[in-house]
């Protein structure tokens, strides 16, 4: 995450923007966004197992995973997976809550520190091939015996998702995975900040269930320089701005630090983005369904964009119109008609 401080008052003007839609999502999405503290009925109990663990950059990296327990009651395993990636100058505490809240709905979430991100391209490459190599990890230990996670995973739907470098960290490792026995299954950019290399490989991006939702335009989310990467894809896309969001909102939980650089975070946003990662990840991934929550993300993102919480731009490959995700995770072009086309990409 890029730590730039602005000037007061252009921190105060973003902040503002939102102070009228706080109560608003609270009374209205309230129930579709319990806090991780009081989880609904009917939901996972959960293990974190933490550890370092020998990366292909040849550093042990501090990781959290998040392991759902089998309950008789619930949909047994396996599970799918999300490696869920961290922001430019922090660790994987700054996802804690988000962690905590998928794998309570049956999907198991690997949180790993980023090695050495201030240390310019090489570090990036080296960050790159060690979030493969996360998912080539989960994948292996999902099939070796007496391991904890043996049987929870299905190595066919583990995907990745990450906060501002890590959203870019996670694009490009998407695009390197294809090409190993473990390719990832679905993508999610919470406000992503790309470097120009990013933006200069999209046009090799894997066309597959795929979301980007971002923040606000400021110092820290690069003018919102995401939007830039999802306009070079070769298939439709969807930018989703969160309207008042700061680069701090997808943390869960944020801190000071980031509030002094970025503008603090408020619940209801964190919220929102941390619905939004949910709902995607379980229509993408087949995760299991919980009672209470909102049957499709493409539903959820529908009624925040009738209470003007967020505001949906299509973009991507000219000529196109934007992809939707249905419930049993296969996302589709909607022709003139409202058919599906078949054809897959991102939101």
């Given amino acids: 995450m890029r730590r730039r401080f602005r000037p007061v008052s252009a921190a105060k003007l973003i902040c503002q923007q939102s102070a009228l839609l706080v109560g608003l999502l609270a009374c209205t999405l309230g129930s579709c966004c319990p806090s991780v503290t009081t989880p609904p009925a009917g939901v996972y109990q959960v293990e974190v197992e933490q550890g370092r663990r020998p990366t292909t950059s040849g550093k042990r990296v501090r990781y959290n995973l998040f392991i759902p327990q089998p309950d008789a009651a619930l949909p047994p395993p396996p599970w799918p997976a999300v490696v869920l990636s961290h922001g430019f100058a922090r660790d994987r505490t700054r996802h804690r809550d988000n962690a905590m809240y998928l794998a309570q709905r049956g999907i198991v979430v690997l949180t790993p520190d980023m090695a050495g991100l201030l240390g310019g391209e090489a570090a990036q490459l ?111 896309t969807e930018d989703v701005l969160i309207v008042g969001g700061t680069h701090c909102d997808p943390e869960n939980p944020s801190d000071v630090l980031c509030a002094l650089a970025c503008c603090r975070s408020t619940t209801a946003r964190q919220a929102l983005y941390q619905q939004f990662l949910y709902l995607f990840v379980r229509d993408a991934l087949q995760a299991p369904f919980v009672p209470g929550e909102p049957e499709e993300y493409e539903a959820a993102l529908d009624a925040a964009a009738t209470l003007g919480l967020i505001v949906r731009t299509a973009g991507g490959k000219t000529g196109e119109l934007p992809v939707s995700l249905g419930a049993n995770g296969q996302s589709y072009v909607e022709g003139p008609d409202g058919a599906p086309t078949g054809v897959s990409g991102l939101r």
Avoid: M, Y
């Fill in 126 to 236: 080296n960050c790159i091939a060690d979030l493969v190599s996360d998912v080539a990890w989960l994948a292996e230990r999902s099939t070796s015996p007496d391991d904890p996670l043996t049987g929870l995973v299905d190595p066919a739907r583990i995907g990745l998702a990450g906060h501002s470098a890590g959203g870019a960290i996670s694009f490009e490792a998407a695009i390197d995975a294809q090409n190993t026995t473990t390719p990832v299954a679905a993508v999610a950019l919470l406000d992503a900040v790309p470097w120009d290399r990013t933006i200069a490989r999209a046009d090799g991006f894997p066309t597959k269930p795929s979301a980007s939702w971002r923040s606000e335009p400021g110092p820290c989310n690069a003018d919102g320089s995401v939007r830039s990467l999802l306009s070079g894809l070769p298939f439709p």
